[in-house]
C-alpha cells in the first residue's frame, strides 16, 4: 500500500528524466507535499500516480523522493529522487550548499545597488493553531541566511516606475527566504500575499516569483546539469504592463551574435 495517495489530475512538466532522477516544474496553486488541506492534491500526490513505486521504496526518511520544495504560490523547478543513491547524493550536494538555485522575482521598488548579497538570519514563526500559515521573519535568534541579487530590468516610465525584476539566488534555503529578504530591504515581490503591503499584492495575478533555474552535478555519473525554464506564461503580460523587458528573451538575443562568430570561425 502507497503511503501517499495517488492523483492523476495533478499535472507537472518533466524537465529532465532518467533511472535515478527527476526534474519537474510546477506550477504556481500546487503545494509541494501533503500537508494541512492538502492530503491529495499536492505536486507529491501527482508524481505517486506514475512514479509511486520508485518514491514509496525511498520511505519518510527520505522524503518520499522530494530533495526541495516551493512555496505553494511559487512557480518552477524540483529535483525528485528515484533512487536511494541519487537522494543521498544530491542531499548531500544541498547540505555543502554546491545546489545552485535562481528565481526571478518582480518587486515593487528597486534595490539601493543594483547587486548584492542580503544576510539577515530568519526565524520561523509557530502558529497559535492550526488555522494559521507557518511564516518567516528577520531575527537575530534565527538561522543564518543569504541571498545573492542582481536586478535585471527596471521600469523607467508610467504609473510603475522603479519597479524591477530581480534575479534572486538563495544561499542558503530557509522558509520563503526570497520573498522576506526583498521585503526587508524595501522590494517586496508583487502579489505576495504574506509579506507584502496591499498594494503591492494587488499589483500581480499571483506571487511574481519563479525558480527558473537548478545547477548540480548528477549525483550518479558526476555529470554536470543545469536545468532552464522560460518565464512564466500567467506573468508574461505583468512584464508588459510594467515596461519590464522578459529575461529569457533578453539571453537569447544576446547568444545570437556569439553563435553566429562561432559559425563564421
Known amino acids: 500500500m502507497l503511503s501517499v495517495t495517488p492523483n492523476a489530475r495533478i499535472t507537472w512538466t518533466t524537465l529532465f528524466e532518467d533511472k535515478s532522477l527527476l526534474v519537474v ?8 507535499q501533503p500537508g494541512k488541506g492538502h492530503d491529495s492534491d499536492s505536486l507529491l500526490n501527482g508524481l505517486f500516480d506514475r512514479y509511486g513505486k520508485q518514491l514509496q521504496q525511498l520511505g519518510a526518511a527520505r522524503d518520499y523522493g522530494l530533495l526541495h520544495r516551493l512555496d505553494r504560490a511559487t512557480s518552477g523547478i524540483l529535483a525528485v529522487a528515484l533512487t536511494a543513491q541519487a537522494y543521498d547524493g544530491l542531499r548531500e550536494q544541498f547540505e555543502k550548499r554546491t545546489v545552485r538555485k535562481f528565481y526571478w522575482a518582480v518587486s515593487s521598488k528597486t534595490p539601493s545597488t543594483p547587486t548584492g548579497v542580503i544576510n539577515k538570519p530568519l526565524m520561523e514563526t509557530t502558529p497559535r493553531d492550526f488555522t494559521e500559515q507557518k511564516l518567516s521573519k528577520v531575527s537575530a535568534k534565527g538561522k543564518p541566511a543569504q541571498t545573492a541579487y542582481r536586478v535585471l530590468s527596471t521600469a523607467t516610465t ?13 544561499l542558503t534555503g530557509r522558509l520563503h527566504q526570497v520573498r522576506v529578504h526583498l521585503a526587508t530591504i524595501g522590494c517586496p515581490i508583487l502579489g505576495d500575499e504574506l509579506y507584502a503591503p496591499p498594494a503591492v499584492r494587488r499589483l500581480g495575478p499571483r506571487l511574481a516569483l519563479h525558480a527558473h533555474r537548478l545547477a548540480f552535478s548528477h549525483p550518479i555519473s558526476g555529470e ?13 503580460s505583468l512584464l508588459t504592463k510594467l515596461g519590464l523587458k522578459r529575461p529569457d ?17
Open 25 to 32: 516544474a510546477k506550477r504556481a496553486g500546487i503545494v509541494t
Open 158 to 170: 508610467g504609473a510603475h516606475e522603479g519597479a524591477s525584476l530581480i534575479e534572486a539566488r538563495p
Open 224 to 236: 554536470p546539469v543545469d536545468i532552464q525554464t522560460p518565464f512564466p506564461r500567467d506573468l508574461r
Open 249 to 265: 528573451e533578453e539571453k537569447a538575443a544576446n547568444a545570437k551574435p556569439q553563435a553566429a562568430d562561432s559559425e563564421e570561425d
